[in-house]
């Protein structure tokens, strides 16, 4: 990513992606540049997730579950470390997802079950963000392994969604999120639920769009 700086007379800072990926800062004229990559850097989550938006999803290949195999979770690649030891374990050290291994334990089931708690407790408190703000209520959360069918909701209230959200980058998973939630006012996907959605998330077509054109190709890892 290049890093293109122009002050100008405007009164704010402004951050722009532009469609070869490179970032263009506008400034007023005697913004320190000090300033203006402390706010790169503060604004770094958001510049790396538009220029994912921008750039095509990296293909990882059908993973055996080895050293050094590539993996999403909350849209970024890590890369697998396992390391021997008494106890079954998994977390997150920079880009790397290590995973503590017991002897004759599957690695596969162990990533599984640690992605499929990941889902629940991120989605759970996403669900509950969302239902706040819609002022709706949602009866409960299940999470299943299913890979078409990323979340659903019945005339109950009862909320399913897949663990394999938790690839995605957390705006997209909020997507998702807001489309189930915006269910409970109508079980369709008529023009009035379609603008429910609109209404909490105006760029909702964008990351609708993203997710089928990039979902299946992170799936792939796991």
Not at 11 to 40: E, H, M
Not at 53 to 82: A, H, R, W
Not at 99 to 121: D, F, G, H, R
Not at 171 to 198: G, P, R
């Amino acid at each position: 990513m290049q890093t293109q700086i122009i002050f100008s007379k405007r009164k704010t800072i402004s951050l722009i992606i532009k469609d070869n990926a490179n970032l263009v800062v506008r400034a007023p004229f005697g913004t320190s540049k000090k300033l203006i990559y402390a706010i790169i850097e503060d604004k770094k989550d958001w510049i790396e997730r538009k220029i994912r938006e921008i750039n095509p999803i990296k293909p990882v290949s059908k993973n055996s579950y080895q050293d050094s195999q590539m993996f999403y979770y909350l849209g970024k690649l890590l890369t697998l470390k396992i390391i021997n030891s008494q106890k079954n374990s998994v977390f997150i050290e920079n880009k790397t997802l290590v995973l503590n291994l017991k002897k004759q334990s599957k690695p596969k089931k162990i990533l599984i079950e640690w992605y499929k708690k990941q889902a629940m407790n991120f989605i759970s408190n996403r669900c509950i963000y969302y239902a706040n703000i819609l002022g709706c209520k949602f009866k409960s959360i299940t999470i299943t392994s299913a890979k078409k069918r990323l979340g659903s909701c019945d005339f109950q209230g009862n909320l399913r969604f897949s663990f394999y959200n938790i690839l995605l980058d957390e705006t997209y998973i909020d997507y998702i999120v807001v489309h189930e939630l915006c269910h409970l006012f109508y079980l369709n996907h008529s023009k009035a639920f379609w603008q429910k959605v609109e209404s909490i998330m105006p760029d909702f077509k964008q990351k609708r769009l993203w997710i089928k054109k990039n979902f299946y190709i992170m799936t792939n890892s796991l």
